[in-house]
């Protein structure tokens, strides 16, 4: 499904990503962890072009991402970000209808309809007339998340999709995210939240410095970790 070779990206004279290697299949759920300014996040927007990388290739579903395609790859690859960027105007419903309407040219009647279903799936079909600003932040999310899956894409990348939630609202935005794993999708999640990643999570990628340094299955990174610095990062964040 996504296949990353030697890709590197700098910020300057700041080289944030040095040389990832990284494929993901089908209905896997990987989910990146690792400390702050390791990369994790710079790798997700190089995916989605939403970084231009300074060299190596990103190949999604068998397409190389380049300029050219770059709406037509934003259309394979969702993306749920940190802050909910939900336009503050539109209600939830057309929050919801606006990406197929405008970038797929659905039919409206359609549109509505497929939205309609995907705020039922994050349990917020009573908010469909609502605006963002009369709902938590939880709640906003997981219209982020609808968002996302009404353009019907290939693979959903999620940054940090809690770390700007309320602790008592985390919970309700990772399980819809569960439910989405359960279902098959194909997910990159950058997370901080080592319990989900240990459930949910096929292959956890430990990122550091802008490599990857260790990765495995969730027992072998959470309970058999080799690298020294994963051991230290664990040993910081599971107290």
Known sequence: MIEIKN???YFGELEVLRGIDLTV????VVCLIGSSGSGKSTL???INFLEEKNEGEIFIDGQMVTA????????KVGMV???FNLFPHMTVLQNVMEGPITVKKMDRKKARELAMTLLEKVNLLDKANEYPAMLSGGQQQRVAIARSLAMEPKVILFDEPTSALDPELVGEVLGVMNDLAKEGRTMIIVTHEMGFAKEVADRVIFIHEGL???E?????IF?????????????????
Do not use: Y
Not at 68 to 75: D, S, T, V
Not at 230 to 239: A, E, P, R, S
């Open 223 to 239: 309970d058999r970790p080799e690298n020294e610095r994963l051991q230290n990062f664990l040993g910081q964040i599971l107290v």
């Open 81 to 83: 970000f940190q802050r």
């Open 7 to 9: 890709l590197h990206k």
């Open 68 to 75: 050219k395609e770059i709406n037509e790859i934003r259309q």
């Open 212 to 214: 990857i340094a260790e």
């Open 216 to 220: 495995g299955t969730p027992e072998d």
């Open 44 to 46: 997700l927007r190089c």
């Open 25 to 28: 299949s089908e209905s896997e």
